[in-house]
């Protein structure tokens, strides 16, 4: 079983740009999380996706937004990005929330720096 | 609301030493408790986890962690690590009921093994 791939794993971007960042989770899983990961906040969570609906959201303003389609894949966007938005963003699938015990299977990441 | 607090940011420990890395949660309900664990440049990885049952759990490369309620806690340990377990460990901690759910994560812990 393929795990949860990640695109692109690399990208500069300037401040004032936008970003998207892609994710495919696991076959059958229907929820996606996106995590933001920096030295000094830890994890953060930032939303969570299920049956392309949000379902819960973490505290970010709101220029991170995201999506997901019907194949369960998900986008996250940053707009109008800052110096401080650089960081590795995690994503995280699992199986239906309900049933689920918790478990995450994360992605590798995608690591931006803003210049 | 839930919250993970991992009491060291970092260990230092030299090859074939025991270690033990801190995990205290506070919650209002019942929860399952997780350890994963992040190579540099990946994602994360659970490493193991408490559903229910034993209170000792136990992962495939020697890692184990006790459930105690009373104290609230859910450290790992090792009895002698290698070089390759260099890397960030993170508790996690989710209510064991309930439709959604979100995990909360620790701040993460650096192990760092010296030859």
């Known amino acids: 079983k393929a795990g949860v791939t990640q695109t692109p794993r690399y990208l500069i971007k300037t401040r004032g740009q936008q970003v998207t960042l892609s994710c495919s989770p696991i076959s059958g899983h229907r929820s996606v999380s996106w995590y933001q990961q920096t030295p000094g906040q830890g994890l953060q969570f930032l939303f969570e996706y299920f049956s392309e609906t949000q379902r819960n959201k973490g505290n970010f303003p709101g220029r991170f937004s995201g999506r997901q389609f019907s194949n369960s894949r998900s986008e996250m966007n940053v707009s109008t990005l800052e110096l401080g938005d650089s960081a590795l963003y995690l994503c995280?699938?699992?199986?239906?929330?309900?049933?689920?015990?918790?478990?995450?299977?994360f992605g590798e990441g995608s690591r931006l720096t803003v210049l | 609301a839930q919250s993970v607090t991992q009491l060291d940011s970092q260990v230092p420990v030299f090859e074939e030493a025991p270690v033990e890395l801190r995990c205290n949660y506070s919650s209002s309900v019942s929860v399952y408790l997780f350890w994963y664990v992040q190579y540099p440049n990946q994602g994360l990885q659970l490493l193991l986890k408490y559903l229910s049952g034993s209170t000792l759990v136990e992962s495939i490369n020697g890692f184990e962690a006790e459930f105690n309620k009373s104290q609230t806690s859910f450290h790992l340990r090792k009895p002698s690590v290698h070089i390759s377990d260099t890397a960030e460990y993170f508790c996690a901690v989710t209510k064991a009921s309930g439709g959604s759910y979100i995990p909360t994560f620790g701040r993460g812990t650096s192990l760092i093994v010296h030859p």
């Open positions: 995280a699938s699992s199986l239906d929330g309900a049933r689920s015990t918790g478990e995450l299977f």
